[in-house]
């Protein structure tokens, strides 16, 4: 069989994508290297971060307007609740980029939101003890994704509506078919053709890719659940999503959600940065340690007995802005690594995105000019 669209990489993004092109009636392959879901990529840890005043940038912002609808869209195809709204706080120095970027991006959009002294966030979330002189942007619609959870509700409306999805499957080869249309793609299992291929194999894009192997890196992470010693400040009810600048770094965190302890983690936490299949995996006591003494410090009320910790990758581009493009010399190929950190929150748009760029036109409507491969 001759497929529309081949979807390598059944994660965050690749499941989004499927449903969308399942959606759309095309005949998919998804193929998945692991189970799904797995927790040897960039997805798992149950939750992520999803805030609307982006400090990053503002372009990202009507992109996330999209990404809330279509979160629950899903939320309402799948019957599984997937965005918890807690709303979002931004904290750092007053001059410092993130507060900056986020005030930016909210007053640009003309988001709801209010600046807070570091004081005044203490006062009113009794979770958090961060620096009193910071200033923060909180915004009312953060919250989070259930990324475990989206993946399999994706994966099931997709199977649902006719996709064709394989676990345990790993690609080792793609190439353009002889003729210049179309796709062969080269598995442990099989050879499959199609239209179109949809690289979105996070960690593992320069493998698949050379040309992405210095654009795409990846990065050891670790995160910590603690079980809070006053749990009740650390529900969703009353403990928003942040990302605090503080002297250690970026940290970012999360209410307590589905398994024991809130949980947070340090942006770039070792900067352990190398080919994927190298970098170890195993979370140690250097890791806890690191951010044990960041809970110590900034939510002491939430310092409690660690509950547990897991790596996973970040895959970084130079500037930590996504690529979602084309192949230069392959436009039936699709490339898309949309990570660096922050890239979750966008998988129900990224997924419609791909879809549409594997369409008949090759166009979309959201303005991605500024994740193309040509920036860099
Ligand atoms: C610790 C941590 C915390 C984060 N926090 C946030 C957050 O709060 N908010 C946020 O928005 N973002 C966050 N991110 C970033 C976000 O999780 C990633 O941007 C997102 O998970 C990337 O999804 P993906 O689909 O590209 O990768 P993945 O979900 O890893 O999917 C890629 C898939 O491709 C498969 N694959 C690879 N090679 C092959 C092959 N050859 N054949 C078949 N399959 C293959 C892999 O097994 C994998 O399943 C965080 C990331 C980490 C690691």
């Not at 969308?20 to 193929?31: D, E, P, T, V, Y």
């Not at 928003?240 to 809130?262: A, C, H, S």
């Amino acid at each position: 069989m001759v497929y529309d669209t081949i979807v390598v990489g059944i994660g965050g993004m690749g499941s989004a994508a499927a449903w969308q092109l399942a959606r759309r009636g095309k005949r998919i392959l998804g193929l998945e290297r692991f189970d799904i879901p797995h927790a040897m990529g960039s997805s798992h840890g149950i939750t992520r971060i999803i805030r609307l005043p982006y400090s990053e940038s503002p372009a990202y912002v009507p992109l996330l307007h999209r990404a809330y609808e279509l979160w629950r869209e899903i939320e309402a195809a799948s019957g599984i609740e997937l965005l918890l709204i807690t709303g979002s706080i931004d904290a750092s120095a007053e001059s410092d980029a993130l507060f900056q970027g986020a005030l930016n991006s909210a007053r640009l959009h003309g988001l709801a939101h209010e600046v807070l002294s570091g004081s005044e966030v203490n006062a009113r979330f009794a979770g958090y003890r961060i620096p009193t002189g910071h200033a923060a942007v909180y915004q009312p619609m953060g919250g989070l994704v259930a990324s475990e959870k989206a993946i399999v509700a994706h994966v099931n409306a997709a199977l649902a509506l006719g996709a064709q999805i394989h676990a345990r499957e790993t690609v080792v080869a793609w190439e353009a078919a002889p003729d210049g249309d179309g796709v062969v793609v080269s598995t442990d299992h099989g050879r499959y053709e199609a239209a179109t291929l949809i690289l979105c194999a996070g960690a593992w894009m320069g493998e698949l890719e050379p040309l992405l192997e210095a654009r795409a890196v990846p990065e050891r992470q670790v995160l910590a659940w603690l079980q809070p010693r006053e749990p009740e400040l650390f529900t969703p009810a009353r403990f928003p999503v942040f990302n605090l600048q503080v002297d250690e770094g970026r940290y970012y965190g999360l209410p307590i959600y589905d398994v024991p302890g809130f949980k947070f983690g340090r942006y770039h936490h070792l900067g352990e940065r190398g080919a994927v299949e190298t970098i170890r995996r195993d979370p140690d006591l250097a890791d806890e340690r690191l951010l044990r003494a960041f809970a110590e410090k900034y939510f002491p009320k939430g310092s409690g007995p660690t509950m547990g910790l897991r790596s996973c990758f970040f895959t970084n581009t130079p500037d930590e802005h996504f690529i979602v493009d084309f192949h230069p010399q392959h436009p039936q190929v699709i490339l898309a690594s949309p990570c660096s950190g922050h890239g979750y929150k966008f998988c129900s748009v990224i997924g419609e995105i791909l879809a549409d760029l594997a369409g008949p036109d090759g166009k979309t409507r959201h303005d991605i000019g500024f994740l193309r491969l040509t920036r860099q």
